[in-house]
């Protein structure tokens, strides 16, 4: 199947810095890719849609400013925690969906634990 | 978005089948019925998808029910490598919203 990676795959940061996080697809193309958050024994939470070469579509209540996300190319998406917080310490995943599927099945990162000192 | 509902947990013999339900009872006729599993501190992995017709794969079979309503996931023979938690979600195509927002799923245990 389609593999997507992440990295890094766990980061410590200290309040008020910033993070960035990648996601790649390594063996095809994809024009859209999501990204997730998920809390201990919680499910994943959708934070964006980001479509290659416009801006990322981000879900309700989640802060735009607070998490950068590009989109530069067809196999790329990076997600920046900026000043980052304790209250941002999480599991975060992105995925990709393929450029020539509309049935919807989406291949995941391996994840990147964020945790914020 | 189109809710699904699964048990909070199930558990399972080793080389037993495994039936995952999942209710889906607002499902549209153009929405996908997918289902995903999560290991501990993975990302999720694609486990199988359908419309209208059951569904087979290497790594599992999807139950259809007639009126759509509702749908299983059937591990054939589990192993202690299916412990996880499985997700089932409906994917809507509709234009500009095509996302898939995870539900609580189905942890599920496999004793040896």
């Known amino acids: 199947g389609a593999v997507v990676s992440q990295h890094p795959s766990r980061v410590i940061c200290k309040s008020g810095t910033s993070v960035k996080i990648e996601c790649r697809s390594l063996d095809f193309q994809a024009t859209t890719m999501f990204w997730y958050r998920q809390f201990p024994k919680q499910s994943l939470m959708l934070m964006a849609t980001s479509n290659e070469g416009s801006k990322a579509t981000y879900e309700q209540g989640v802060e735009k400013d607070k998490f950068l996300i590009n989109h530069a190319s067809l196999t790329l998406s990076t997600l920046t925690v900026t000043s980052a917080h304790p209250e941002d310490s999480s599991f975060y995943i992105c995925?990709?969906?393929?450029?020539?599927?509309?049935?919807?099945?989406?291949?995941f990162g391996e994840g990147s634990r964020l945790t914020v000192l | 978005d189109a809710k699904t509902t699964q048990p909070n947990s199930m558990e399972s013999n080793e080389e037993e089948p495994v039936h995952l339900p999942c209710n889906h009872s607002?499902?549209?006729?153009?929405?996908?019925i997918h289902w995903y599993r999560q290991l501990p501190s993975q990302g999720p992995e694609y486990v199988i998808h359908g419309l209208t017709s059951n569904v087979n794969n290497r790594m599992a079979s999807l139950a259809i029910a007639e009126d759509r309503k509702s749908s299983t996931l059937i591990l054939h023979r589990a192993t202690l490598r299916d412990a996880a938690v499985y997700y089932c979600?409906?994917?809507?195509?509709?234009?500009?919203?095509?996302?898939?927002?995870f539900g609580q799923g189905t942890r599920l245990t496999i004793n040896p």
């Open positions: 607002t499902i549209s006729g153009t929405d996908y």
């Open positions: 979600i409906l994917f809507r195509r509709i234009q500009g919203a095509q996302k898939l927002v």
């Open positions: 995925s990709a969906r393929l450029a020539v599927t509309n049935t919807g099945e989406l291949f």
